[in-house]
C-alpha cells in the first residue's frame, strides 16, 4: 500500500496524479474464504480490518451487495460522541471515540475526526436532571462530559437562542467535548483500503441470497449473486437489512427496520461551532467543513425498506431547528435522504454470538452506529476471531432480551412524567 | 407522506394514525405457561419482512379504531386493510410467489 | 449602469418599467421581466462570483434554476438577506441590494484565487490524503481553515422578518412545468371540469415558448398561442395556475410538495402576505412537464465568465432582449444550438458555429445557419481571457486522426451545448424507474410506480409538435378521457447530438482541466483520478469527487461524469448506473417547509382553566410534556426556595390551594371494567367497593413502570381513572389497544375526560373547614368520607367528583368539577379560605411535599427500567391474579437479581448538602476509574418541614443498605450519605387522617 502524506502528493502533483494506485482491489470471490463478513459498511469493513491486523485473519472476504458505504456508513450525520448513561454503554462508545481519536494516523487516511464539541440541550426540569445523571455518571465512568449553564452554553455555540421566552427554553447542557464529528465516506474508505492491503478481499455488487448450514446448524457458507462460497464463520454486519440476512440462517431477531431521515442546508461560511442535540425538540445539528448545515430528522414510525420517508418527520425537526436557531429559517434545504436503521426493544445494539455456530451478528444500532464504528468493528473482530464476546461487548448479547437484562438508553433519557 | 386506508373512514394522512407494528402477534393466551424464550419472542421479536407486512394502525387522531393492513414494505403501497380479529387477506400476487 | 448588452427591440421585458438594484454597491438598470441574471447581462456585467474551491471568475452559464456559478447574496432589507440566490431565478426588483460571495477583498481580487494556482496539488480527495500530522494539528489549523475556506455565502444571524404559510389542496391533475407539453396537458385535462393545478417555477409561465423566435403553432406564434392557452385556463374556474411554484418533492402515495415564491418578486409587498407558500398537494394523477436541461461541454477553460449554454444565449436574447455578447461562438455537439445562433444572428450579432460533428452528420439545421460560418468538424480545445470570455481556441478534429491545427476565435460570449438530459428528477423521486435510451443518450422515465405520467422534453421528447400532441395525450389520459389531438408546430425542431464527454485536445490530458461540476471545481481529470483510484460506481465517483453535490445537484454535470465514467470503464451507460434523484429538485427555504410552525405555533402549549388566574397572581411556571404549570407563587422579594418553603409549610400547618388539573383522566365504562382494570394493573380491582379509591401502577408488558394514579369506583360499572400529567394520551392508548385488539370481548369503554374535569387539590389540616361550607350531598365527616374515598355530589352549585385523596401526605381533596367552573369554584375556595391563610402551591412544592411522605412521581423515579419491586411497591403486585399486563416479565430471571436498584432515602450527613438530582452513589470514592456506581439520586431537596436536605434513590440492593454510609457526586467531588428508609414525615401515614404528628414529623 502506498503510504499517503505530504510528500507523496506533492510527487504526484508534479506527476498529474498518475501513479495513485487503486485504493483497493477489485478481486473475485475465491471459492472459500477463512471468514466472511456480510456487509460493506464501516462497521463491516471495520472489522474485516481488525480481524486481519489484530487476530492474523487476512484469507477473509467482505461481501457488499451495491459499492462499500451506500448503506447508513454514508447516510448518516456523522456524530460522534459517548457520554452514554449506562456502564455498559459507555465502555463501548468510549471505546469507539478512543479509537477514533487515532483512527487517521492508524488508516493513514484523513478521516477529519473533528472533536469540535457536542452539546445537549436541557429543556425542562427533567432533562436538567437526566443530563446530571448523565454527567455524573460519565465522570465516574471517566468520559468527558459536563453540565453547563445556559449562558456558558451560548459562550461554547454563539448562535443558540437562550432567552427563557421561547417555546422550550434552554435550562442548561451538557457538553462532550471530546464529541464531534468525522468524515463518513473516508472511514469506509479508510478502512477498505486498510483491509485490502492486509489481504481482506473486498466484493463488491455481490448479494447474499443464502447462508448455508451443515448438518450440525453450524454456518457452511453462502450462496451470492457471483456464487457460492464456503466459509465456517460468518459476520452480519448489514444494519437495516439484518432481519433479513438473519432470516437465511432461520435466526429470528428482536429488531424493526425503519426510515431514518436526514438534510443539509446549502453550504455557507462558518457559522455553526459545535454539534448541538436536542432531545425534547428532536433535533440534531452541526457544520460540515464543506460549509453545510447538517441536520438529523427522526424516524418514521412504520417499518419500510424504501430509503425514503415522508416530509413530515423532516419538517418537525427543521420546525425544531428554527425554534432554536430563528436566523436559520431564509437557509434552504439542498439535499435529503433516508436509511433504514434497524431498532431494537432496548435502543442498544446486538453484538456478539447468536444461536447458530459460526453465526455472528452486529446491528441493532438504531440512529446511532456511526459513532460507534471503530469500537464496534474491534469488539466484533474479536468476537469473530475468538469465538467469545470481548468484553465490552459481552453485555450486548441476543440473549438479554430473554433475561431481561436489558440496556435501556432511550427509557433512562426520557419519560415525562 | 403516507396516505394510511382506515376501513372505517378511508384513505386519510399519515399524520392521523399511529402505527403499531407487526399484527398478529397475538398475546399468549397464558402467559406464564411459556419459558423466558418464548416470552421473550412474544415481546420484542419481529418479523420486519421486506415485501408484504402486516401491520396494526390505530387511527388516533380520527375514528380511535385499531385495524390491521397489508403494506409493501419496499414500495410503501397498502395492498389492503381489515378490522381487527380478521384473518389475514391473501393477496392475489402473494400466491404467485 | 447603462444597458449595454440590451438589444434595442425584442423581448418580454416591458421596457416601460425601468428598474434599478445594486451588485456590489452599484446601480444596476433593468426592466420590469428581468431576471437579475438578465439585467446584469444587459449592463455588460459577465464576471458575477467565485467558484468553490479554486476561486476561479465564474459567470452566468445558464438562464434557470440549474444555474451552479452565478450564486448572490440578496438583501431586501432588515432580517430579509439570505445567501446562495441564483441569479438566473432572482426576478429583478428595483432596490434589491445584491452582492457576489466567496471571495475576499473583493470579486475582481480574490486572494483566495491562489488556490487556482495550487490546484495540481488540490485535487480531488487530497485532504483524505494529508493534514494528519501531527495530529492535535486536524483540530486546530487545518479544519478551520479549511472550513473558513470552504461554504458559499453568508449565514443570516439575525430572525427572519417573513412569514410563510402552508396550504393543502386535492387536485383531479396536477400539472408540473407550464411548457408548451404542461400547457398542452392542463388544457386537455380540464376540458370537462377536472380539477386542475398547473404549476411552474417561472415568473411567466410557457417555458421554453418564451424564447421562441419563429416558431408558430396552429398558425399563430409561440407566444400568441400561449398567451391564448393561458387565457383560456384562467377562464376555466375549475383550473388553478400557480406561477413562481416550484414542485420540489413527490413524496409516497401521491403527495407532491410544491413551494410558490408569493412576495419576493414585488417591491413593496403587503405585508399580510406570507414570502413563500409551501403547497402539499394530493393529486389523484400528476403530469410531469418538466422539460429538459442542456449539458455544457468539458473543454479546457471551459468555465470562463462569458460561456454559457447555447439555449441559455437564445433565451437572453428573444426573452429579455439581452445580447450576452456582441460576438458569439456556438460550440455544439448537436442541433438545438443552430436555432439559438440564428436568433443571435438575426438579432445582429456576430455569430459563428463550431460543431464537433463531422460536415456529413450535420443535419437539416444546417438551413437555419444561413449566412453563418460553420466550422464542422471541429473540436475546443480551450478558451482565452481572464475574468472575462476573449476567445475560443478551437482545432479540427478528425475521428482517428487527430487534432489538428490550432485557431482562436475572438468573442465575448461562448453558447456551448452538450446535448439534453430530460430532468427525471421529479419521476426519480417517485420511485419510477429509468431507462436509458442510447439514441438520445439519456435516461427517461420507464416503469411508473405512482399516478403519474411524463410528457415532453423530460420524456425525451424533443419536437413541438410531438411535445405538443404528448402533452395533450397525458392531460387527457390523466383526466381518464384518453383523448388525442395533433399539433401543427413549425418550422420542425432541429433536434439530436452526437454525445461527447470530454472534447479532444492536443494538450496533455494530464494538464487539461475541463470543468464538469462548475460550482465544486470537478474537473475530467478529477473523475480519471476517481477511477484510477478504485472509485468506480457513480455513487463513489460523486462523494470523492463531490461532482454532482454542488447547489445545482447535478443538473449541468451529473450526466457529463456519467458518460466519462462510462468511456473511462468502457461500459455502457446504464451498467455504470446513475443517482436517485431525491427531493427537493432545488433548494427549499427552511421558513416554507416549517410554514407558521415558528414562536407561539411551533408546538402547542396546553393550559388548564385555573392557568389564567395563576398569571393574575404571579405564578412562575415551567413546562411539563406539552402542559405549561404553575411552578410557585413567589411574593414580592421571594426567591423559588423561599416562595417553596412558604407553601409547604401553609399545606403542613393549615391548608393549600393546588390546580391538579393537568392530571389525565379516563372514564372506563362498561360491565366488564373492573375485569379489564384488573387486567391492565398488576394490583387486584374486582373488589373495590364503589365510592372507593384506590392507587395503581401500570406496567408495560415488560414489566416496567410506565405511569401511575389514583383511581375511583363510582359505579359496579364505572371507574374514574387518572394518570400522571404527560401520560394521559399513552395510558389511554394502552388501553385501547389491549381492549380493541386483546380483549375485544370485554364490554369496556375508556374516554378521555382530562379536559371535562378541572381538578382542585386542597390539601392540609384545614383543607375540610375550607370545603365544608361549599359542598352538598356529600357528608364529609372522617368516618363518613375517609382517606381514599370518593363521593358524587355538588360544590357551589355544580357536579363534583370529590376524592378524599392526599399526594402530600395531609388530608387532602382533589375536587374534580366541570372545567367551565373551575374558576369560580376555585375563587369561592380560595376567598373562604383566606380566614385559613390558604396558600396556593405550585408543582414545585408539591414535589417536596410527595417527597417528604416518600411518594414517587413516575418518569422521577422511575425510568422506564424500574419494577414496582424496585420501588418498595412489590405488595401492590397481586400474587393471586393469573395474569396482568407485565406479569410474565416480572418472572424473568434479571427481574429478581438482588442488586437491583431499589427506592431508598439518603440523608446527608453533614446535615446541609443538598444532593444535585442525577448524582450517581458510589461505596468508595476512591476507588480508581471507571467506578462501580451503585445508583443515583432521583430526587432531592431542602426539606422545609424537616429544615434539612432530603432525597430519594435508586440503589444496587439498597433495602438491604439501610444505615450504611455511602458517597454522592457532587460538583466538585463528593459527599457523604446514610441510606435511610425512603420516607421522611409522617411515616406511619397518620396525617392524612387529621392526627397532627408533630413528632412523626421532625423525626
Not at chain 1, 489484530?54 to 456524530?79: C, D, P, Q
Not at chain 3, 409561440?222 to 375549475?238: D, E, M
Not at chain 3, 396558600?839 to 418518569?859: C, D, K, N, S, W
Amino acid at each position: 500500500m502506498r503510504r499517503f502524506s505530504i510528500s507523496s502528493l506533492l510527487t504526484e502533483a508534479l506527476n498529474g496524479h498518475q501513479g495513485w494506485e487503486r485504493q483497493w482491489r477489485n478481486p473475485t470471490p475465491k471459492a472459500a474464504y477463512d471468514a466472511i463478513i456480510i456487509g460493506g459498511g464501516g462497521h463491516g469493513l471495520g472489522a474485516a480490518y481488525y480481524l486481519a491486523k489484530e487476530h492474523g485473519l487476512t484469507n477473509i472476504a467482505v461481501l457488499e451487495k451495491g459499492w462499500i458505504g451506500g448503506g447508513n456508513a454514508g447516510r448518516n450525520t456523522t456524530i460522534i460522541r459517548s457520554n452514554y448513561l449506562y456502564d455498559e454503554s459507555a465502555a463501548l462508545f468510549e471505546h469507539a471515540v478512543k479509537l477514533w481519536e487515532g483512527l487517521s494516523q492508524e488508516l493513514n487516511y484523513n478521516v477529519m475526526f473533528s472533536q469540535r464539541g457536542v452539546l445537549m440541550l436541557a429543556h425542562n426540569v427533567h432533562d436538567v436532571q437526566s443530563f446530571k445523571r448523565h454527567v455524573y455518571s460519565n465522570r465516574l465512568n471517566g468520559i468527558d462530559n459536563e453540565w453547563m449553564t445556559p449562558e456558558e452554553a451560548k459562550d461554547f455555540c454563539p448562535p443558540l437562542n437562550i432567552s427563557p421566552d421561547i417555546r422550550y427554553p434552554v435550562m442548561g447542557a451538557a457538553l462532550q467535548r471530546r464529541g464531534g464529528t468525522a468524515r463518513h465516506d473516508a472511514v469506509v474508505w479508510g478502512y477498505a483500503r486498510g483491509a485490502d492491503a492486509l489481504g481482506v478481499d473486498i466484493i463488491q455488487n455481490c448479494e447474499v441470497i443464502a447462508i448455508t448450514r451443515g448438518p450440525d446448524g453450524a454456518v457452511t457458507g453462502v450462496e451470492t449473486s457471483r456464487g457460492s462460497i464456503k466459509t465456517k464463520k460468518i459476520g452480519v454486519s448489514v444494519a437495516g437489512h439484518t432481519s433479513m440476512v438473519m432470516g437465511m440462517a432461520g435466526v429470528r431477531m428482536p429488531l424493526e427496520s425503519f426510515p431514518l431521515q436526514a438534510l443539509v442546508s446549502e453550504p455557507v461560511k462558518p457559522c455553526f461551532p459545535c454539534v448541538l442535540m436536542s432531545n425534547a425538540v428532536h433535533a440534531y445539528i452541526s457544520q460540515s467543513d464543506k460549509g453545510e448545515l447538517v441536520i438529523g430528522a427522526g424516524t418514521d414510525q412504520y417499518v419500510s425498506y424504501s430509503q425514503q420517508g415522508g416530509l413530515h418527520i423532516t419538517t418537525h425537526t427543521l420546525d425544531a431547528i428554527c425554534e432554536l436557531f430563528p436566523q436559520f429559517t431564509r437557509m434552504k434545504m439542498l439535499r435529503s435522504w433516508g436509511g433504514i436503521v434497524d431498532v431494537t426493544p432496548d435502543r442498544s445494539p446486538i453484538v456478539g454470538k447468536t444461536p447458530v455456530k459460526g453465526l455472528y451478528v452486529n446491528c441493532g444500532w438504531g440512529t446511532g452506529g456511526f459513532k460507534a464504528t471503530p469500537g464496534s468493528a474491534h469488539v466484533f473482530a474479536h468476537t469473530i476471531a475468538r469465538d467469545e464476546p470481548h468484553p465490552i461487548n459481552a453485555p450486548f448479547t441476543l440473549d438479554r432480551f430473554r433475561t431481561g437484562r436489558l440496556i435501556d438508553e432511550a427509557a433512562a433519557a426520557a419519560v415525562a412524567h | 407522506m403516507l396516505l394510511v386506508p382506515c376501513p372505517y373512514c378511508g384513505p386519510r394522512p399519515e399524520v392521523e394514525f399511529h402505527c403499531g407494528g407487526e399484527a398478529h402477534i397475538a398475546r399468549p393466551a397464558d402467559p406464564n405457561a411459556l419459558d423466558d424464550a418464548q416470552w421473550a419472542e412474544y415481546l420484542f421479536v419481529r418479523t420486519s419482512n421486506k415485501g408484504v407486512h402486516a401491520e396494526r394502525w390505530l387511527h388516533s387522531h380520527g375514528c380511535g379504531r385499531w385495524f390491521n393492513a397489508l403494506r409493501n414494505t419496499v414500495s410503501d403501497s397498502f395492498l389492503a386493510s381489515y378490522e381487527m380479529g380478521q384473518p389475514r387477506p391473501a393477496l392475489p400476487t402473494e400466491g404467485g410467489k | 449602469m447603462a444597458q449595454s448588452n440590451r438589444l434595442p427591440s425584442g423581448g418580454r421585458i416591458d421596457r416601460a418599467k425601468p428598474l434599478a438594484f445594486t451588485f456590489n454597491g452599484k446601480s444596476v438598470d433593468g426592466f420590469a421581466g428581468d431576471t437579475v441574471a438578465s439585467a446584469l447581462l444587459a449592463n455588460g456585467i459577465r464576471l458575477v462570483g467565485r467558484s468553490f474551491k479554486y476561486h476561479r471568475p465564474r459567470g452566468i452559464l445558464t438562464h434557470g434554476s440549474d444555474e451552479p456559478n452565478a450564486l448572490l447574496k440578496v438583501d431586501r432589507g432588515p432580517g430579509r438577506a439570505d445567501p446562495n440566490n441564483r441569479a438566473t431565478v432572482i426576478e429583478a426588483v428595483g432596490g434589491l441590494k445584491l452582492s457576489s460571495q466567496n471571495h475576499w477583498p473583493s470579486l475582481e481580487h480574490d486572494i483566495g484565487a491562489v488556490n487556482d494556482r495550487l490546484s495540481p496539488v488540490l485535487v480531488a480527495g487530497f485532504y483524505y490524503k494529508t493534514f494528519m500530522w501531527p495530529r492535535s494539528f486536524w483540530d486546530k489549523l487545518y479544519e478551520p481553515k479549511i472550513r473558513a475556506a470552504a461554504g458559499l455565502g453568508v449565514a443570516p444571524d439575525v430572525p427572519d422578518a417573513d412569514r410563510y404559510v402552508h396550504r393543502n389542496a386535492h387536485c383531479d391533475v396536477l400539472v408540473v412545468g407550464a411548457g408548451p407539453a404542461g400547457l398542452a396537458a392542463a388544457l386537455a385535462a380540464s376540458e370537462n371540469g377536472r380539477r386542475v393545478i398547473l404549476a411552474d417555477e417561472q415568473a411567466e409561465m410557457g417555458g421554453s415558448l418564451l424564447a421562441e423566435r419563429t416558431a408558430t403553432i396552429d398558425g399563430v406564434s409561440a407566444a400568441q398561442w400561449v398567451a391564448h392557452a393561458l387565457t383560456t385556463l384562467a377562464g376555466r374556474a375549475n383550473v388553478t395556475l400557480l406561477p413562481r411554484t416550484t414542485a420540489f418533492g413527490y413524496y409516497n402515495h401521491n403527495h407532491v410538495v410544491l413551494t410558490e415564491r408569493v412576495t419576493d418578486h414585488l417591491e413593496r409587498p403587503d405585508p399580510k402576505l406570507p414570502r413563500e407558500r409551501l403547497w402539499q398537494v394530493r393529486p389523484a394523477e400528476v403530469v410531469i412537464a418538466t422539460g429538459a436541461h442542456e449539458r455544457p461541454l468539458s473543454f479546457a477553460d471551459n468555465d470562463r465568465p462569458g460561456i454559457m449554454l447555447a439555449e441559455s444565449v437564445r433565451t437572453y436574447i428573444n426573452r429579455y432582449g439581452v445580447a450576452p455578447g456582441r460576438r458569439i461562438v456556438f460550440a455544439t455537439n448537436g442541433a438545438s444550438a443552430y436555432a439559438a445562433a440564428a436568433d443571435a444572428k438575426a438579432a445582429g450579432l456576430d455569430v459563428t458555429i463550431v460543431d464537433t460533428r463531422p460536415e456529413s452528420a450535420i443535419g437539416p439545421e444546417k438551413a437555419l445557419a444561413a449566412g453563418i460560418e460553420i466550422l464542422a468538424g471541429h473540436t475546443v480545445v480551450g478558451s482565452t481571457g481572464g475574468k472575462g470570455l476573449t476567445g475560443l481556441i478551437v482545432a479540427p478534429f478528425t475521428a482517428g486522426k487527430g487534432v489538428g491545427a490550432r485557431r482562436t476565435l475572438p468573442c465575448d460570449c461562448a453558447g456551448i451545448s452538450g446535448g439534453w438530459t430530460p430532468s427525471v428528477h421529479l419521476f426519480s423521486q417517485s420511485r419510477g424507474k429509468l431507462i436509458f435510451r442510447a439514441d438520445i443518450d439519456a435516461f427517461v422515465p420507464g416503469i411508473s410506480v405512482q399516478k403519474e405520467r411524463s410528457a415532453g422534453a423530460c420524456k425525451g421528447t424533443y419536437g413541438l409538435s410531438a411535445i405538443l400532441a404528448e402533452g395533450w395525450a397525458a392531460g387527457s389520459g390523466a383526466a381518464g378521457a384518453d383523448g388525442s389531438r395533433l399539433f401543427a408546430a413549425a418550422p420542425a425542431t432541429p433536434t439530436g447530438f452526437a454525445p461527447a464527454r470530454v472534447l479532444p485536445t492536443d494538450d496533455d490530458p494530464k494538464k487539461v482541466r475541463a470543468f464538469l461540476d462548475f460550482q465544486n471545481d470537478v474537473t475530467a481529470k478529477d473523475i480519471r483520478l476517481a477511477v484510477r483510484e478504485g472509485f468506480e460506481s457513480v455513487e463513489h465517483v460523486k462523494r470523492y469527487t463531490t461532482n454532482g453535490m454542488a447547489s445545482d445537484q447535478g443538473k449541468t454535470s451529473n450526466m457529463a461524469a456519467l458518460g466519462l465514467l462510462s468511456e473511462i470503464l468502457e461500459k455502457p451507460i446504464p451498467q455504470v448506473g446513475t443517482t436517485t434523484f431525491r427531493p427537493p429538485y432545488t433548494p427549499v427555504t427552511f421558513g416554507a417547509i416549517i410554514g407558521s410552525a415558528r414562536g407561539q405555533l411551533f408546538d402547542p402549549i396546553r393550559t388548564a382553566p385555573l392557568h389564567e388566574w395563576a398569571v393574575e397572581h404571579g405564578a412562575k411556571f415551567e413546562n411539563v410534556s406539552l402542559w405549561r404549570r404553575a411552578w410557585y407563587f413567589p411574593k414580592a422579594g421571594e426567591d423559588m426556595h423561599a416562595a417553596v418553603a412558604r407553601e409547604c409549610k401553609a399545606v403542613r400547618e393549615s391548608v393549600g390551594i393546588f390546580d391538579a388539573s393537568t392530571l389525565g383522566k379516563i372514564e372506563v365504562k362498561g360491565p366488564d371494567a373492573a375485569e379489564f382494570l384488573n387486567r391492565i394493573y398488576p394490583n387486584a380491582w374486582l373488589k373495590l367497593e364503589p365510592g372507593k379509591c384506590r392507587y395503581g401502577l401500570m406496567l408495560k408488558e415488560d414489566g416496567f413502570i410506565f405511569d401511575d394514579g389514583v383511581v375511583a369506583r363510582l359505579a359496579p360499572d364505572l371507574f374514574h381513572v387518572t394518570t400522571t400529567t404527560g401520560g394521559a394520551p399513552r395510558v389511554l392508548a394502552h388501553m385501547e389497544d389491549y381492549l380493541q385488539t386483546e380483549w375485544p370481548d370485554l364490554n369496556v369503554f375508556a374516554t378521555s375526560t382530562t379536559e371535562e374535569w378541572a381538578v382542585i387539590a386542597l390539601q392540609g389540616p384545614k383543607a375540610r373547614d375550607v370545603l365544608q361550607p361549599f359542598v352538598t350531598g356529600i357528608d364529609l365527616a372522617g368516618e363518613a368520607f375517609p382517606h381514599m374515598a370518593v363521593r358524587v355530589g355538588e360544590i357551589c352549585g355544580v357536579p363534583t367528583r370529590l376524592m378524599r385523596v392526599s399526594f402530600t401526605g395531609e388530608m387532602g381533596f382533589e375536587i374534580n368539577v366541570p372545567a367551565d367552573h373551575a374558576r369560580a369554584v376555585w375563587e369561592a375556595l380560595y376567598d373562604y379560605g383566606q380566614r385559613f391563610g390558604i396558600t396556593p402551591y405550585g408543582t414545585e412544592a408539591m414535589h417536596v411535599l410527595r417527597a417528604e411522605r416518600g411518594f414517587i412521581i413516575v418518569g422521577q423515579e422511575t425510568d422506564g427500567t424500574v419494577t414496582p419491586e424496585d420501588l418498595g411497591l412489590g405488595g401492590m403486585v397481586s400474587k393471586v391474579k393469573r395474569d396482568f399486563v407485565g406479569k410474565r416479565s416480572l418472572a424473568r430471571p434479571d427481574m429478581a437479581l438482588a442488586d437491583r436498584k431499589q427506592l431508598v432515602g439518603l440523608a446527608s450527613l453533614d446535615g446541609r448538602t443538598v444532593l444535585d438530582e442525577g448524582a450517581q452513589i458510589v461505596a468508595d470514592p476512591a476507588q480508581a476509574v471507571p467506578m462501580t456506581m451503585l445508583g443515583h439520586v432521583t430526587s432531592s431537596y431542602l426539606s422545609p418541614s424537616l429544615g434539612h436536605p432530603i432525597a430519594l434513590a435508586l440503589v444496587a440492593g439498597g433495602r438491604t443498605r439501610m444505615g450504611e454510609t455511602l458517597h454522592v457526586t457532587t460538583p466538585a467531588g463528593f459527599t457523604t450519605v446514610k441510606v435511610t428508609a425512603p420516607v421522611f414525615v409522617d411515616p406511619e401515614g397518620k396525617r392524612v387522617n387529621g392526627v397532627q404528628t408533630e413528632g412523626a414529623l421532625h423525626a
